[in-house]
């Protein structure tokens, strides 16, 4: 079993900037793909970012350019830093864990406010 935890959400306004953390536990950490879904109200929960294993990483076109996900092994934590925010970013942020191609665990989110 593989415990994720989300932080770092929170109130912005447009234009600013939120760094979230996910932390994983696990002494393979290094060997999973992490990644960040988010899910608006009343919408499906949608990918945001994936840095895999080896350090490549991918991104929703909606999000490219303005977010960057990187992790830290020695810390067993990925960030998502989320530059000129806009209000259709505001939603729940969901941190995962792919450890094999069959178990994926998933963090209880952090809600992220794009407001004025």
């Known amino acids: 079993q593989v415990q994720v935890a989300e932080s770092g959400g929170g109130l912005v306004q447009p234009g600013g900037s939120l760094r979230l953390s996910c932390a994983a536990s696990?002494?393979?950490?290094?060997?999973?793909?992490m990644g960040w879904y988010r899910q608006a109200p009343g919408k499906q929960r949608d990918l945001v970012a994936t840095?895999?294993?080896?350090?490549?990483?991918n991104y929703a076109d909606s999000v490219k350019g303005r977010f960057t996900i990187s992790r830290d092994n020695a810390k067993n934590t990925v960030y998502l830093q989320m530059n000129s925010l806009k209000p259709e970013d505001m939603a729940v942020y969901y941190c995962?864990?792919?450890?094999?191609?069959?178990?994926?665990?998933w963090g209880q989110g952090t809600q992220v406010t794009v407001s004025s």
């Open positions: 696990g002494s393979a950490f290094s060997a999973y793909d």
């Open positions: 995962y864990a792919k450890i094999n191609p069959w178990s994926q665990y």
């Open positions: 840095i895999f294993s080896g350090g490549s990483t």
